[in-house]
């Protein structure tokens, strides 16, 4: 079975400043991954995702993460955060196998200071 | 077009109540889930459904019921309400036939039960 790890549960950060959420996770076969974020009292959305190819994936808001396989990491980063970037997000991976469930990390709370 | 709906948004019950919680996906998506999201924000998946067909079933108390009348709806009825019950219950659907989550998941706004 897979799990996630979400190694930080609280960033606080300033405005401008940039930001890594940090993600690894554990699996014996080949995996999707993603990261979604969901702000205050809302459902979550899809930021990016890794299915193949190329390592580095950029997603919607700045946000990019690098899929490092070696490490079994998803980093999730953003050069310039914004106070509107204040949210959960959340890390998830799934087997590239039928039938497979989405498993999600315990979540990073990202706070933007101005 | 709310892509994924669920309805109510917040629902306030006594213990020992059933209640249901709808969901509808107008994405024209295969498969639908629901998501359990406790106070400490961890989601755990509940159940999945395939084209109404049950494909994923965690471990959860027989009070918790998933019903799929045709591929667009999966709604959840809980019996015998307990107060461990309070979380927000998150419906989602996705694309693929498989239930490989592959190409992400939509979700819906939540559902916020309260037992009292």
């Known amino acids: 079975a897979q799990s996630v790890t979400q190694l930080d549960s609280q960033v606080p950060v300033f405005e401008e400043a940039p930001v890594e959420l940090r993600c690894n996770y554990s699996?014996?076969?080949?995996?999707?991954l993603f990261w979604y974020v969901q702000y205050p009292n809302q459902g979550l959305q899809l930021l990016l995702k890794?299915?193949?190819?190329?390592?580095l994936v950029k997603g919607i808001n700045g946000f990019e993460a690098e899929f490092n396989k070696s490490q079994t990491s998803f980093h999730l980063r953003k050069p310039s955060v914004h106070i509107s970037d204040t949210a959960e997000y959340f890390c998830?991976?799934?087997?590239?196998?039928?039938?497979?469930?989405?498993?999600f990390g315990g979540g990073t709370r990202v706070l933007v200071k101005p | 077009d709310t892509a994924v709906s669920q309805t109510p948004k917040y629902l306030v019950t006594q213990m020992g109540n059933d209640k249901s919680i709808k969901c509808e996906q107008n994405?024209?998506?295969?498969?639908m889930y629901w998501y359990k999201q406790d106070s400490k924000k961890f989601l755990k998946i509940m159940f999945s459904?395939?084209?109404?067909?049950?494909?994923i079933n965690e471990t959860v108390p027989n009070r918790f019921s998933p019903k799929s009348p045709d591929k667009a709806h999966l709604n959840l009825h809980i019996n015998s309400l307990e107060l461990g019950d309070s979380a927000v219950y998150f419906c989602?659907?996705?694309?693929?036939?498989?239930?490989?989550?592959?190409?992400?998941?939509?979700f819906g706004s939540g559902t916020r039960l309260t037992v009292v």
């Open positions: 998830a991976v799934s087997l590239k196998a039928a039938g497979n469930k989405l498993t």
């Open positions: 890794y299915l193949s190819g190329s390592t």
């Open positions: 994405l024209g998506h295969d498969t």
């Open positions: 699996s014996s076969v080949s995996v999707y």
């Open positions: 459904y395939n084209n109404k067909e049950l494909i």
């Open positions: 989602a659907s996705s694309q693929d036939t498989t239930g490989q989550a592959n190409y992400g998941y939509t």
